[in-house]
């Protein structure tokens, strides 16, 4: 199926095109000169810039619906729950999961990962059982289920990533067993681009009996994302990447799993009854969501959503592509630099290394340009050992960012280069 075009011009003249700049005209922080310079915003891996949209929603929360929610008989507090519920409809929507029982608002992926660990993990894993994650995970993805694993005796085993980033399929079916009870994967990795066949790995783990979470950090933003298609057991975002505000985020569970989960944080909401002798739990999903959540991050989340859905994901992701494309051609022309990650399927991150300047001082030296990338590990120190580097630089695109942004990313690493004598 072919997306509609919203940003024709962006691909023929390799320019912002009207449409492109209607959109950046939402995104107030792009207007802001940095050090006398343009903005050119290229970390959106690390988080993504908020839109007018979101940041009024919260503002309007904050001046005309403020109240606690589910506890309040006054009309306040009931129309502030009915914001919080509408927001879980969006998120519902988004993802297209089959009842609104079936999301936990979290802090964001960090949270929702731990959640599963702790409460999912904790009652289901014994001795002997194996937690299968991906070579490719973020820390988040990682340290949770170390942590559960000298809880429960289970044993942490990791699925190898191919000298292009892709995930070594397999070694996946021979790494698949019997004992294996879960499967973590990134849906698209943080550190290389790669968009992993996750639909595809969810139908072998389940095919041994093995329960599935897929983290979507980064794929919510840039392309659909269908859990029912998907068929996993949990899926997990941050609101953060995708317009949204920080501090909120979602957990999806299948109903029939999150029903029988023991909550892990106790405290009031989460609760049916109480007494000194015994209490006795709320059903999902407020059993997960124990004390005042964030309600202003579920309102700003839900205007989040509503534009990237006003926008159109296909649009989006179309438009991504063409800037990785461009990306990817005008780097790889730049003498010494290394792109890692060369998957056939990625999404809009360019992961990469420049001769042999240490990528913190190439992100120093972009940042005097205005050129806002990332630099390190990513949180992702495995994927970096087994690519021998201790970092990469990563550019990361957004569906406000132009050619230009691109061209003035190469202009800025062509400079430092002469700036170190190198290229
Ligand atoms: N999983 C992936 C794939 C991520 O990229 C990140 C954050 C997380 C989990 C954690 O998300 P959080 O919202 O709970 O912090 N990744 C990055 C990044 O690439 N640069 O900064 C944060």
């Given at each position: 199926?072919?997306?509609?075009?919203?940003?024709?011009?962006?691909?023929a003249a390799?320019?912002?095109?009207?449409?492109?700049?209607?959109?950046?005209?939402?995104?107030?922080?792009?207007?802001?000169?940095?050090?006398?310079?343009?903005?050119?915003?290229?970390d959106?891996?690390a988080?993504?810039?908020?839109?007018n949209?979101?940041?009024?929603?919260e503002?309007?929360?904050?001046?005309?619906?403020?109240?606690?929610i589910?506890?309040?008989?006054h009309?306040?507090s009931?129309?502030s729950?009915?914001l919080y519920?509408?927001?879980?409809?969006?998120v519902?929507g988004?993802?297209?999961a089959?009842?609104?029982?079936?999301i936990v608002?979290?802090?964001?992926?960090?949270?929702?990962?731990?959640?599963?660990?702790y409460?999912?993990?904790?009652s289901?894993?014994?001795?002997?059982d194996?937690?299968?994650?991906?070579?490719?995970e973020h820390?988040?993805?990682?340290?949770?289920w170390q942590?559960?694993?000298?809880?429960?005796?289970?044993?942490?085993?990791?699925?190898?990533v191919?000298?292009s980033?892709?995930?070594d399929?397999a070694?996946y079916?021979?790494?698949l067993?019997?004992?294996?009870?879960?499967?973590?994967?990134?849906?698209v990795?943080?550190?290389l681009?790669?968009v992993?066949?996750?639909?595809e790995?969810?139908?072998?783990?389940?095919a041994?009996g093995a329960t599935?979470?897929?983290?979507?950090a980064?794929?919510?933003a840039?392309?659909?994302?269908?859990?029912?298609?998907l068929?996993?057991?949990f899926?997990?975002?941050?609101?953060?990447?995708?317009?949204?505000?920080?501090?909120?985020?979602?957990l999806?569970?299948?109903?029939?799993i999150?029903k029988?989960?023991p909550p892990?944080?106790?405290?009031?909401d989460?609760?049916?009854?109480?007494?000194?002798?015994r209490s006795?739990?709320?059903?999902?999903?407020q059993?997960?969501?124990?004390?005042?959540?964030?309600?202003?991050?579920v309102?700003?989340?839900?205007?989040?959503?509503?534009?990237?859905?006003?926008?159109g994901?296909?649009?989006?992701?179309r438009h991504?592509?063409?800037?990785?494309?461009h990306?990817?051609?005008?780097?790889?022309a730049?003498?010494?630099?290394?792109?890692?990650?060369t998957?056939?399927?990625?999404?809009?991150?360019?992961?990469?290394v420049?001769?042999?300047?240490?990528?913190?001082?190439?992100g120093t030296?972009?940042?005097t340009?205005?050129?806002?990338?990332?630099?390190g590990?990513?949180?992702?120190?495995?994927?970096?050992?087994?690519?021998?580097?201790?970092?990469t630089?990563?550019a990361?695109?957004?569906?406000?960012n132009?050619?230009?942004?691109?061209?003035?990313l190469?202009?800025?690493?062509?400079?430092?280069?002469?700036?170190?004598?190198?290229g």
């Amino acid at each position: 199926m072919t997306a509609p075009d919203l940003f024709p011009a962006t691909s023929a003249a390799g320019n912002a095109a009207p449409d492109l700049d209607r959109y950046r005209a939402d995104f107030p922080i792009l207007h802001r000169p940095l050090k006398g310079k343009r903005l050119v915003y290229l970390d959106n891996g690390a988080t993504t810039q908020k839109p007018n949209a979101v940041i009024q929603a919260e503002a309007d929360y904050y001046a005309q619906s403020n109240a606690n929610i589910h506890r309040g008989v006054h009309w306040l507090s009931q129309h502030s729950t009915d914001l919080y519920e509408q927001g879980r409809e969006r998120v519902r929507g988004f993802l297209n999961a089959r009842r609104p029982e079936e999301i936990v608002f979290t802090r964001g992926t960090t949270e929702a990962i731990n959640l599963v660990a702790y409460s999912w993990g904790r009652s289901h894993l014994k001795p002997g059982d194996e937690i299968l994650i991906s070579g490719m995970e973020h820390h988040s993805n990682i340290v949770p289920w170390q942590l559960i694993c000298e809880q429960t005796g289970a044993q942490l085993k990791v699925i190898p990533v191919t000298d292009s980033g892709e995930l070594d399929l397999a070694a996946y079916r021979t790494l698949l067993g019997p004992k294996t009870r879960l499967v973590g994967l990134v849906h698209v990795s943080n550190a290389l681009g790669t968009v992993n066949p996750v639909q595809e790995m969810t139908e072998l783990a389940h095919a041994v009996g093995a329960t599935v979470l897929i983290d979507g950090a980064q794929a919510v933003a840039h392309h659909e994302v269908d859990v029912q298609a998907l068929n996993c057991d949990f899926y997990v975002f941050s609101g953060h990447k995708l317009y949204g505000p920080t501090g909120i985020g979602a957990l999806y569970a299948r109903y029939d799993i999150l029903k029988d989960m023991p909550p892990w944080q106790g405290g009031g909401d989460m609760i049916h009854t109480v007494s000194f002798e015994r209490s006795t739990y709320a059903d999902v999903p407020q059993r997960f969501e124990a004390g005042t959540p964030n309600i202003a991050g579920v309102i700003g989340l839900d205007a989040a959503i509503a534009y990237v859905q006003q926008v159109g994901l296909n649009a989006i992701a179309r438009h991504e592509d063409r800037l990785l494309e461009h990306a990817t051609r005008e780097l790889q022309a730049l003498p010494g630099l290394r792109i890692l990650g060369t998957a056939s399927h990625k999404a809009g991150i360019v992961s990469f290394v420049l001769d042999d300047i240490h990528p913190h001082d190439l992100g120093t030296i972009l940042d005097t340009e205005g050129v806002a990338i990332r630099a390190g590990h990513h949180c992702a120190m495995p994927l970096m050992t087994r690519f021998g580097v201790p970092g990469t630089a990563r550019a990361s695109f957004a569906l406000y960012n132009t050619h230009e942004d691109i061209d003035a990313l190469v202009a800025a690493l062509k400079k430092a280069q002469k700036l170190f004598g190198v290229g």
